[in-house]
């Protein structure tokens, strides 16, 4: 990706090394685990069912605040440079579908996280929080995108940021409201393909967002694409839990299968038209 020298967001709050105490029953490393392997199992967000057993948070942003600004160093820099990719990009197109953008911010933290929706542990990787319009993030996840997913690369790292920007956008055209409020009307198991159609929309808008990056900032270089789509399949909710567990349970994919995500972020990054991103009209996801 040609992305330095570019513009860097100030909409990031960075709160890498601030120790947080745990609000509610502190839960230990095994504890996250098990609560992550009961999500697998009941379909549940993982990160509502960690919020859920470590407590709500007391106010809308309880965190302890951190530096706001662009960061000096050169993976804070770079997500900032996303960011700021997105803001643009976002604040132009949006406007197409009739409503305004208004900029998320991206909180930068390390091993756990404190937001209005309640508190995280880096465990459960790079998530948005509606009730804060926040973007969370563990620069770490990018080594373990890396390491364990086999998906390296720049252009990797920035769909994984772009995906939660994609909630953000979501949550201001009011799909995550409705998506929430039929979820409540339906057997776990429909609640659970719901939201998977609404994370392959998170992943379709990812692809919307590089697609105008690259043709107002050249921001692609040959390979680009490959690692982002490399990355989709890498953390398919089948190629998981096959690692995981030697076998796949369809039922229980919170963010869809490898080759539906590919799908999907290939989607939006050919067609660049929030419009062919209904994945909730698509006959199969
Ligand atoms: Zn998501």
Redesign the pocket.
């Known amino acids: 990706m040609r992305w330095r020298g570019q513009r860097e967001s100030d909409n990031v709050e960075d709160r890498r090394g601030v120790r947080l105490g745990r609000p509610g029953i502190a839960l230990s490393g095994g504890g996250i685990l098990l609560v992550v392997a009961l999500a697998l199992v009941t379909g549940q967000d993982p990160i509502q069912l960690l919020s859920a057993v470590s407590g709500p948070s007391v106010s809308v942003d309880a965190g302890p605040g951190g530096q706001v600004g662009a960061p000096s160093d050169d993976l804070g820099k770079f997500a900032a440079t996303v960011l700021g990719s997105t803001e643009d990009v976002w604040a132009r197109v949006l406007p197409g579908a009739g409503r305004q953008y208004s900029r998320p911010k991206l909180v930068l933290f390390t091993e756990s996280v404190q937001s209005a929706c309640g508190f995280s542990s880096a465990a459960v990787g790079p998530?948005?929080c509606p009730l804060d319009s926040k973007v969370y993030l563990d620069l770490s996840f990018f080594n373990e995108l890396e390491r364990r997913f086999g998906a390296p690369g720049d252009f990797a790292q920035a769909y994984v940021i772009a995906?939660?920007v994609g909630?953000h956008v979501q949550n201001l055209v009011g799909i995550a409201a409705q998506v929430d409020t039929a979820r409540r009307r339906l057997s776990p198991q429909d609640a659970n393909a719901l939201s998977m159609r609404m994370?392959l929309q998170?992943d379709c808008l990812a692809g919307v967002w590089a697609y105008h990056a690259n043709r107002d900032a050249k921001l692609l270089e040959p390979g680009d694409v490959e690692e982002g789509l490399t990355a989709a399949s890498a953390i398919g909710d089948d190629r998981i839990q096959k690692r995981a567990q030697g076998y796949t349970v369809p039922e229980s994919w919170t963010?869809g299968s490898s080759a539906m995500r590919v799908r999907w972020l290939r989607q939006g990054l050919q067609s660049g038209n929030i419009r062919d991103c209904d994945t909730f009209a698509a006959d199969s996801p």
Do not use: C, I, M, V
């Open positions: 998530f948005y995906h939660e909630h994370e998170a963010h």
